[in-house]
């Protein structure tokens, strides 16, 4: 009697069920955050006819004074909530020591007191910017 081998041929195919699945479940973890990282303070611009900054600059350090007059800034840990002045000042010096070229804007609520724009730009040259910059909404849109 001859003796059959039963050998299995490999099997060439990759089940890809379970990637499938990793990816939904990704897919449902990106779309439930992603609305959560957009939020940020709400202020209302000034109106101004001014030129866009150059898309080749760095990106710029943001620091962002609300109605209230609280000041908020764009870099680190807490970008949702008020940063006192000695913070702010010695994380612009932080970023300008580390990329020296970036660009210092203020985006001040149209509704706030001027001294507190202007005190925020004092606390920006405290922290070593040597220009500051303030962000203004075209009217237009």
Do not use: C, H, W
């Not at 379970?18 to 479940?25: E, Q, R, S």
């Not at 943001?62 to 007059?69: I, M, P």
């Not at 724009?117 to 500051?132: D, I, N, R, T």
């Amino acid at each position: 009697m001859s003796r059959q081998k039963n050998r299995r041929k490999p099997m060439s195919e990759i089940n890809v069920v379970p990637y499938i699945d990793v990816m939904l479940v990704l897919l449902v973890i990106f779309m439930i955050t992603a609305p959560l990282l957009t939020q940020g303070v709400s202020v209302e611009l000034p109106q101004a006819d001014a030129e866009p900054i150059s898309q080749e600059a760095d990106e710029p350090l943001v620091v962002t004074v609300d109605r209230a007059g609280e000041m908020y800034i764009d870099v680190g840990e807490g970008k949702d909530s008020p940063i006192s002045p000695d913070d702010l000042v010695s994380r612009v010096r932080a970023v300008l020591k580390y990329k020296p070229k970036t660009p210092i804007m203020v985006r001040g609520d149209a509704g706030v007191a001027y001294g507190r724009v202007v005190e925020a730009m004092v606390l920006l040259q405290a922290g070593g910017a040597p220009s500051v910059g303030l962000i203004t909404e075209s009217p237009e849109s």
